[in-house]
């Protein structure tokens, strides 16, 4: 039934068997070039438990056997050209990393996040920092204050696009991301905010590259409002940096994420 919506599957080969209720999507967000992912979050819900959990994929993320000029995560996408293709690549890739294909995938780009978060009313978040930064060849300009605040969808994409300043640099950026999206799913996962559904899948119909159809979508909202948001997980990918060939990367511990993984984000049991 189309309200109730059907839950996303793809199957893994020899992952086991399913865990009824359970999957996991791949929220990826894209640089204007629609290219580089430097946003690649997998968004993993369980209907029986009401629960959600968020993973941080690094997008310095170092991955094996590739013929990549770059042989990072974030290059996945654009060496397959980018739209279905590169974000078939990508999921691939995050198959790899964590031992299962996502259900689906959702590549979002500046101006459908921007028209999201307008469209759902903003997000208070607390700025970490100040965070002012300019690059005209990006039409990028940041001009933000510390503090409690109300952000709108353009200045939440300089919030999530902010990294100059972070003494981590990328891996900062990384869990901001990730705290804005939790701070942003809490607040918009209210009954009220079911009457904004149908807008909410216009916007990504038009400007979302997905494989998820109009009832998985329904599904997906649904869970999302009868979740305990409050109490969501978020995680990023075991690992650290490292120096490999003279190339800054993250590597990511092969033993913690499968831990992790079967503890909080595999669909499978």
């Known amino acids: 039934m ?16 399913r865990a009824s209720g359970r999957c996991t999507i791949l929220i990826a967000g894209t640089d204007k070039e629609g290219y580089r992912t430097d946003t690649i979050m997998p968004l993993s819900l369980d209907a ?5 959990s968020l993973l941080s994929i690094p997008r310095d993320t170092y991955v094996k056997d590739t013929s990549y000029s770059v042989p990072k995560i974030n290059s996945a996408c654009g060496y397959a050209g980018g739209g279905k293709d ?7 890739q995050v198959s790899k990393l964590t031992g299962f294909m996502p259900d689906g995938y959702a590549l979002v780009d500046l101006d459908a996040f921007v028209k999201i978060v307008d469209l759902m009313g903003g997000v208070d978040f607390d700025v970490p920092m100040d965070m002012q930064y300019s690059d005209p060849s990006q039409g990028l300009n940041i001009d933000l204050k510390a503090g409690e605040q109300h952000l709108d969808g353009s200045q939440a994409i300089q919030l999530v696009r902010f990294r100059s300043g972070y003494a981590m640099a990328d891996l900062t950026r990384t869990q901001v991301q990730r705290d804005f999206v939790k701070a942003a799913l809490k607040q918009w996962a209210s009954p009220k905010n079911v ?6 899948i216009g ?9 998820l159809s109009l009832s998985n979508m329904f ?6 409002v009868s979740s305990r948001i409050g109490n969501m997980q978020t995680d990023t990918l075991p690992g650290s940096p490292q120096y490999i060939h003279g190339g800054s990367y993250y590597l990511a511990d092969t033993d913690a994420v499968q831990t992790l993984m079967a503890e909080s984000y595999s669909p499978y049991r």
Request: proline share 6%; hydrophobic share 35%.
């Open 219 to 224: 599904w997906l909202g649904r869970v999302m």
């Open 203 to 211: 916007i990504v119909k038009d400007k979302v590259t997905t494989d």
């Open 2 to 17: 189309l309200l109730r919506g059907r839950q996303p599957e793809r199957q893994t080969p020899g992952a086991g068997e």
């Open 195 to 200: 009457l904004k559904l149908p807008a909410l």
């Open 86 to 92: 590169g974000m078939e690549e990508l999921m691939t």
């Open 48 to 52: 029986s438990k009401r629960s959600v």
